[in-house]
């Protein structure tokens, strides 16, 4: 019913900034519930970030708190994640997800997911 697209992944030094983007198709972007997530090499997908259909809350992991924005523009169909202050350990696969709910930290109650975009932090 819905496909994303994630963009704006690369290489960034310590400390720099870097805005992810989902774009997903479909006209009831406004439906879903949309998430962050992501993969680094040999560790466990985890939540980074939520927002909830109309965009008036959010949800952030303890990792990113302060550091990190989740946001979304329902008249694009895309939803951002604008990270500051990026550290090494959050290099990973970072992958935007969309769901017929609420907005949750767990990744099972996700309906589409996209392909996922490299993040790289050199220290």
């Known amino acids: 019913q819905v496909q994303l697209v994630e963009s704006g992944g690369g290489l960034v030094q310590a400390g720099g900034s870097l805005r992810l983007s989902c774009a997903a198709s479909?006209?009831?972007?406004?439906?879903?519930?949309m998430g962050w997530f992501r993969q680094a090499p040999g560790k466990e997908r985890e939540f980074v970030a939520a927002i909830t259909r109309s965009g008036g809350a959010t949800g952030y992991a303890d990792s990113v708190k302060g550091r990190f924005t989740i946001s979304r523009d329902n008249a694009k169909n895309t939803v951002y994640l604008q990270m500051n202050s990026l550290k090494p350990e959050d290099t990973a696969v970072y992958y935007c997800?969309?769901?017929?709910?609420?907005?949750?930290?767990?990744?099972?109650?996700?309906?589409?997911w996209g392909q996922g975009t490299q993040v790289t932090v050199s220290s």
């Open positions: 997800a969309a769901r017929v709910g609420t907005m949750s930290y767990r990744s099972s109650l996700y309906d589409y």
């Open positions: 479909g006209r009831t972007f406004s439906s879903y519930a």
